[in-house]
Each structure stands twice: as C-alpha cells, then as structure tokens.
C-alpha cells in the first residue's frame, strides 16, 4: 500500500499539472490609470473562460479606490455573480455582491440590501466597478440586437458607437456607455471585443503598451465632447433679434435685500435695456415671456469651480452664470473659456485662478507641478501673462516659497489663495501673502493638528473630527479670526462638500443631495445614499456630526465679524452651490444676505460689481426667474423657469433632460414675433467624476 506521503506527492503533482492547464487557458490583461499625465495606479484583470478576477489600485491627490472584484459572467456575457471588496476614494470599506438566479436579482452595497425580479436579461451596475466593468457593460450591450439593456438597480444602459481611433498603427471600436451617471462613459475596444481604454479629457484607464498615447486620447476625448456639447447648446440656447420682455416678475436686490413690486425686465442684446412698471407698453417686435408673478434673483456665482464642458452646461441649468476655475488643465481651461465666450458651448463666465503644486507622492494633477521656488515664480509669470486673478497654492507646496510667490503674483496684480500646505498653518501662510483661504476645513486644521501631522494624504479630511466640540472663543481661534478680520482676509468654505464628504452615510440619503435627490439618474442616487469618509465606529460618526456644528458656528461667527464669505463648492453639478447657500442660511445667516453672498458679494469681491452681481439697466443680463420666493424657501433655488446669460435664453427643463436629470420646472409661456426669430447658436469656436480636490 502506498505511503501517505507518496499519495500526496501524486496529488500535489497532478494539481499543479491541473492547475497550469487552467493557467494556459486564462487571460491577463493589464491597464494603466493615468491622470493629467502621470501614472497613479493600475487596474489588472485575470481572465478564465467566465470568470473574471480585477485588482484595482489607484492613488492621486493622495487618496483612491483599493479593490479586488470578482465576477462570474452568464449568458450574452452579463454578469450573474459579482463581488466587491476593499476601500473607495476616501477610505470607505465596501463589501458589494450581487446575485443572479434565473430572472431572481439580488445586491447588497454600501446602501443596503435590493433585490428585482427581471423579465429580461438585466446589467447589474456595480456600485464600486473598475473601469474595467466598463468593457464588461459594453460586451453584453453589443450582444444585445438594440445594444440597450435594463439595468439593476433601475434604469437602463445603452452603447452608442463613435468613429473609429486609431493608436500606433491599430485602429479601435469606439462607444459611448450611456445612463450610469450624469454623463456618458467613453471606451475603446478592439475587434475581440475587449476592453483597450476608458478615457476622458483629462484621465485614461489603458492598456500599458498604448500608456504612451494617454495625452493623444485626451485631445480625442476633448475634441468629441466638445462636439457633443456645441450640438446640445444649438437646441438649447435661444437667441433673439428683438428685445426680450419678462413680464410681471418681482426683481430681488442683493444690496437692499429686499424683493421689489411686480415689473417688466427689458434685455436687448447681453445688457438689461431697462426695469420698467408692469403697465409700460411694449415695443413693436418684442419677444415676451410671461413671469407670472414669479420671481427674478441675479445670476448665481461659485467661488471654487473645476470647470469641465459637461459641468459648464450644469452650471447653466442650475443658474450659476459666473464661476471662479480654482485649478484646472492650463490649455483646456483657456480653450473652454474661449468656447463658452464665442458661444460655441454653454457655460458661465469664468474668471480663472492658476494652480500651484509642489511635487510629492501625493501632488494633484492639475495647472503646474514645480520642483523649485524658481519654477514657481515661472508658473506665477505664465499666468500672469495669460490674464489669470489669482494663483492657488495646493497641499504639497513648499511653505517657504510662499511668500516669493505671494510678492511676484501681487506685482502682476494677481491675488493669492489656497490651501494651506501640509507642515503649517492658516496664519503662517496668511503672514506669508494669503489674501484668502480655500475650503474651511483648511482654516481649521491648524487649530487641532501636530504640526508633524501629514496634510496631503485623507487626514485633512478625517482630522475634522476632531473639530467636534471645539471652542471658537479659544485664545488659538480668536487670534487666527482677529487678523482675518483686522486684514481682510476672505474664506472660500466649500461648506457642502465637507457635508457630503462627512455627513454622508451608508443606506441613507446624503443631506447634501436630500433636496434633490429624486431628480438624479439612479447611478448617482446610489452613489449618494452611501458613505464617503471612513467610519468606524458610532463616536466616529458623532464626532463628524459634530465638527459639521462646529463649522455652522463657525460661519455664524465669521459672518459676524464681517469676514467676507465666498460661496463655492467644489463639486460639478451645479446644484450643489444651492445647497451651500442653505447650508449657510442654516447657520444662521439671513436669508437676504445669504441670497447676496450668492450673488453681489462675489462681484464686489472681485471688483466687477458695475457690471455683474444685480438685476439693473446697464448691467449684463445675467439672471434667474424662479418658481417660489428663495427668502421664504430656499429650495425654490432649485425650480429654476429660466435662465438669461448675457442675453441668451436657457430653459433648465430642455437642459436636464439632455443629462437625464428629472427637471425641476417647466418653462415659461414665451411669445416670438415673427420679425424676431431665433438666432443660431455660434458655432466658431469632459466629464464629471467623483473627484474632490480636498
């Protein structure tokens, strides 16, 4: 009888014969994540028959996604089994499966437990999915005779094919994933049908041998949306040959703070011709629209913008015709600006800041990475040259070079902002040349933290907790507001995007997007309904509830002392600078100098409140008519009737269904004469990712 040992050989034997039998028949497939040029991580993915394993690593600005995903694939190649497991962006722990038997679908994610009985074959849409799900979607859509698919949770996935691109040589099948967020998903694949790159303007997830054609896919990428945007802005821009008369409307007025008697509001070309009494007869030829008694409040402006072709157009529809860029890709900013200002494209004006970032592990991709105090002062003389207002100083810049640059920016007339970079604080850089702080987090820090401890990783996220209870008439918070008082130093809090990053919880809705959150696509409601800041424990959750009181008091407090205030958000929906308005209301601001923080203040901030910031003759047309009273209910920022952006007519209702957002209401009722027909769009002359720049 054989021995023990000598079976066990033989079985090791054949198991590995086994085993490398099933290597020679598996696939590897290996991707490279590329973000503004640089490679920031990888996403990996094991092939065997219908079974797929991915490793997904990416790490930029110091934070991103670790994840390992299995998945079994079915008939037509939908998947049947997934599983999810690691952490998301900021930290978070995802544990997601998702079960088919038969027409039986079941889930379990971050939001909870869901379950549907389909009639059809169904694309599950992961909550935490690599880019490498993209080319799974994708498959099973071209499996499909119509290439759409109902998915799970809800909704629907569908491919649209793009002109081929060709890369060293080879050219690739080009899609459009349709109906997972806010905006569609672009791939390539190759005549396999497998997955070769999903890409964007400014990000790339591709194969490792193409890693060098990253940049060449981001000008594809620019160029196409750019196409798709300028046709989506000919159906929804209306332009006029003929005065524009908005009838009985009651005009808000930012300085006075007070709503005024129903009038008619006059604008011919992109100036207010005249505010006239309700009774004054019209002009012949006028274009009319009928107000209703509805109410008219200047065009909206966020402070701290990434502005991309596709949050441009959001902007638009949300109300916000001015935004201040805080960092960016140097040339696809100027050339958006330019696209927006010839009216190739929707989107606000844009008054753009410079980006500086020191290089480490941990740097952003965006503007100019420097090495050196002297390429610094280089960065600061190419924006100034190029018409920039301010330069923003970001978390891996060097503290001591701050204040060479803060003294050339200020001799090019250029102001000086950002955050505070990691080893120093609000007062040092605000010594050094800061005119203003961005994100009120960054403010705070300095009072809680080691000077040891490492800023540029997720710690100035999660350090906030230990804001909770904190005493804002501390000798140490007293000094830092008396000198931002006593210089004039502003404060760019960015409030809702702390709240989403802080407050947000898995299972429940974010009280970011509570106000809205119906009228989102079903991708971004579950992205909404699940918790970002890692939370491990009920006191971590309290203590974040907490340091969310403590920055209400706080903008109570600053609000008080006159400190100025510039409402941004560092998000791309556009609706977010809403809820950032609320959000200060609900501090305890009135709502009348909440409404003028949103609108005059960053005007006369910015010393261009002559022409911008207030409902006036002379002054560029650029405002808003909404359904309901925002000094009696500021949810009525959202039921946005029309929009006017120096002179052109947007109704939001055209623009959200154009990005599958649920409008929020109808248009007015408008007259055109036949001597005032629309003018065309001018036709001379990116995408929205879960990326915050905290």
Not at 157 to 184: F, M
Request: net charge negative.
């Amino acid at each position: 009888m054989p021995s023990k040992n000598a079976a066990a050989l033989r079985w090791l034997a054949c198991s590995t014969l086994a085993l490398s039998a099933a290597a020679l028949h598996a696939e590897s497939e290996r991707f490279a994540v590329i973000d503004n040029g640089e490679n920031v991580g990888h996403v990996y993915a094991e092939i065997d028959g219908n079974h797929v394993t991915i490793d997904h690593d990416v790490k930029s600005n110091g934070r991103g996604p670790t994840m390992h995903e299995d998945i079994v694939l079915g008939a037509g190649g939908v998947p049947v089994n997934w599983t999810l497991t690691g952490t998301s962006t900021f930290g978070n722990a995802v544990d997601e499966r998702f079960t088919a038997k038969g027409g039986a679908l079941s889930w379990a994610d971050t939001t909870g437990k869901g379950a549907l009985k389909a009639k059809t074959s169904t694309l599950y849409v992961a909550q935490e999915g690599s880019p490498f799900s993209l080319g799974i979607y994708a498959r099973a859509l071209l499996a499909d005779a119509h290439h759409a698919l109902p998915a799970a949770p809800g909704g629907a996935l569908s491919l649209e094919e793009e002109a081929p691109v060709t890369l060293g040589g080879t050219a690739y099948k080009a899609y459009l994933v349709k109906g997972i967020g806010l905006t569609p998903s672009a791939i390539l694949l190759d005549d396999a049908g497998r997955l070769v790159a999903a890409y964007s303007p400014t990000n790339a997830t591709l194969r490792e041998d193409l890693a060098t054609y990253a940049g060449e896919l981001g000008r594809i990428a620019a160029t196409r949306s750019a196409e798709r945007f300028a046709a989506i802005q000919k159906k929804v821009a209306h332009s006029y040959d003929a005065p524009i008369r908005i009838r009985d409307v009651r005009v808000f007025d930012p300085a006075s703070g007070k709503l005024g008697d129903p009038v008619s509001v006059v604008v011919f070309g992109d100036r207010i011709a005249a505010i006239e009494p309700l009774g004054s007869p019209a002009s012949p030829g006028e274009v009319t629209v009928e107000g209703a008694g509805r109410v008219v409040i200047p065009g909206l402006h966020d402070m701290h913008a990434h502005v991309s072709l596709q949050s441009a157009l959001l902007y638009i529809a949300s109300g916000v015709t001015s935004v201040r860029d805080m960092g960016n890709d140097n040339a696809f900013l100027i050339d958006l600006t330019r696209r927006i200002e010839q009216g190739e494209v929707a989107g606000p004006r844009i008054v753009r800041n410079g980006f500086l970032e020191g290089r480490s592990p941990y740097s952003s991709r965006n503007g100019f990475i420097v090495d050196s105090e002297a390429e610094a002062l280089d960065a600061v003389r190419w924006y100034g040259a190029r018409g920039y207002w301010q330069v923003k100083i970001y978390n891996s810049f060097h503290p001591e070079w701050v204040p060479a640059v803060a003294a050339e920016a200020k001799r090019l007339g250029m102001g000086v902002t950002g955050h505070i970079p990691a080893f120093t604080n609000a007062d040092a850089m605000i010594a050094a040349g800061y005119d203003e702080v961005t994100h009120i987090n960054q403010l705070m820090l300095g009072w809680v933290l080691d000077p040891k401890e490492d800023t540029r990783t997720p710690l100035r996220l999660t350090a906030m907790r230990r804001t909770a209870g904190l005493d804002l008439n501390s000798p140490r918070v007293t000094a830092t507001l008396d000198t931002m008082q006593a210089k004039h130093i502003a404060l760019d809090p960015t409030a809702v995007t702390l709240e989403l990053l802080m407050l947000s919880r898995n299972g429940t809705i974010s009280p970011a997007v509570a106000g809205y959150f119906d009228h989102l696509p079903v991708g971004v409601q579950r992205n909404r309904r699940q918790g970002i800041a890692p939370i491990a424990s009920p006191a971590d959750a309290a203590a974040y509830d907490g340091s969310f009181v403590t920055i209400k008091a706080l903008l109570r407090d600053m609000y008080g002392r006159g400190i100025t205030l510039l409402p941004g958000t560092d998000d791309q929906t556009g609706l977010s600078l809403h809820r950032e308005l609320q959000i200060y209301a609900e501090a305890g601001i009135p709502t009348a100098d909440v409404l003028r923080i949103g609108t005059l203040g960053p005007e006369r901030y910015m010393h261009r409140d002559q022409s911008y910031g207030s409902v006036e003759k002379g002054k560029y047309a650029d405002f808003v008519l909404l359904d309901g009273n925002p000094l009696e209910d500021m949810s009525a920022l959202h039921r946005m009737a029309m929009v006017v952006k120096g002179g052109t007519v947007y109704f939001p209702s055209e623009i959200w269904s154009e990005v599958g957002v649920k409008p929020f209401a109808a248009a007015p009722k408008i007259s055109v004469p036949p001597s005032a027909p629309k003018q065309a769009a001018l036709t001379n002359g990116d995408d929205v990712h879960e990326d915050f720049a905290f």
